[in-house]
DNA sequence: GTCGCTTAAGACCTCCGACGTATCACGTCA
DNA sequence: TGACGTGATACGTCGGAGGTCTTAAGCGAC
């Protein structure tokens, strides 16, 4: 195994067996590369792939340190990932989807605040009838995202915000093809929107599929 | 921005424009460097960087390739990540499993071959009655990989495949600390997998959730 | 003609030393 | 007391020198 593949592993195990917690500084390059028996350079590289997928935090004239760790922060790394997968695999993402958000709804829907059902109401009502469909795609992630946040899985929320990334096009290009593709998305908004104040978790449950489905279906007529 | 990054972004940038495409080689350091305009040094981090999430593939002596990134290959590397994870979000990836895994075994059911229904029987009779706790969740985490396979869904695949590693220490101390731990998962694997071949998808499913609600339920009541 | 070994070229691996740049802390001065 | 300047510190980048591994061409024996 290369030094560098073993500086990783030797970082990972100190940070997996406590001796680094989340926030704390590693020693400088020159001494961790002594430390760990290897060259500055190769260090570095390990220190770069842990960088990048959000495990470290370097930062120039101050230090390296371990980030916070937190599921939101380690699956963002997952978006970068997700970035690479080719159009052939949209429709697997979007059924991974179809089961992950219906469910975090319906959670959502036993532990949402008024003040959060209200907040999701003004950005319904600010979007008006009729927007382009850049803000309405935009508007629906926003949507979505504050509603998996309710459900009160930090793991459930990064990893909806993962996959959903792959389908934005896919929603764009929807919104500029299909017929009243936006007036629909709006009205079943609003219908989750209110199951949600109902505490309708069923309901709420059923809506979001209908709401995913609908562009599954549309996605597999059209490949 | 580093040049480092910069460099991330433009080989990450040459993939998804297509570029490169799977399974292409790159030019070698030398030139790639010279291309991008930095240091081979720098632009060793950023290939590094890309290597440990599975974008490229280093082969000493004889040079780099795209991987095949297929979402098996590239969620693969989710499990480093999940390994970061501390105890206390064991419950949230569980939660995540319990939603993803009925459903898998649900498509499952209706897709599943005869041939993979007797690889799993004979798994199981293999074990036998009182196995070991560390054969009975290796065998544990085999006989629902099998299944998930055949749920057709290459990511959901392997998104379990990801979530289910850090759930596995947890079983194994279950397994030696929880009475007739060892007698009910094999029960109920038994009944998941007699539900496969009656292509009863809502058993299956149904099954399925106990299965991972039992585990559940006994880890928050430990925590 | 085929098989197996030797050999050389190509590409990645590792290291070293030097210099550039950003950050933080301390001391100075108004 | 507060703002500013300065130095120490740590990461960022670079160029070059060997080392190791893979591959394939070259060559001889069967």
Aim: with cysteine.
């Amino acid at each position: 195994m290369a030094v560098t593949d073993e500086a990783i592993e030797k970082i990972k195990g100190m940070i997996v067996s406590g001796a680094l917690r989340p926030g704390d500084r590693l020693p400088k390059e020159s001494e961790l590369a002594a430390d760990l028996g290897l060259s500055r350079n190769s260090l570095r590289e390990a220190v770069r792939a842990l960088s990048l997928i959000r495990i470290l935090d370097v930062r120039q004239g101050d230090g390296t340190y371990v980030t916070s760790l937190d599921p939101q922060l380690l699956l963002e790394a997952m978006s970068f990932v997700v970035d690479f997968h080719r159009d052939d695999t949209v429709l697997e993402f979007l059924a991974v989807r179809r089961i992950l958000e219906p469910a975090a709804t319906a959670m959502a829907a036993l532990r949402i605040s008024e003040q959060q059902l209200d907040a999701l109401t003004a950005q319904l009502d600010k979007l008006g009838d009729a927007p382009s469909v850049e803000d309405l795609v935009a508007c629906d992630l926003e949507f979505h995202r504050g509603i998996v946040h309710s459900s009160g899985n930090s793991v459930l929320c990064s990893l909806l915000d993962g996959l959903s990334g792959p389908t934005t096009r896919a929603r764009i290009w929807r919104g500029l093809t299909q017929e009243d593709a936006v007036g629909r998305t709006l009205r079943e908004h609003r219908a989750i929107l209110a199951a949600l104040r109902d505490r309708d978790a069923e309901a709420a449950r059923s809506w979001a599929t209908v709401h995913i489905a609908s562009v599954e279906q549309w996605l597999r007529s059209t490949l």
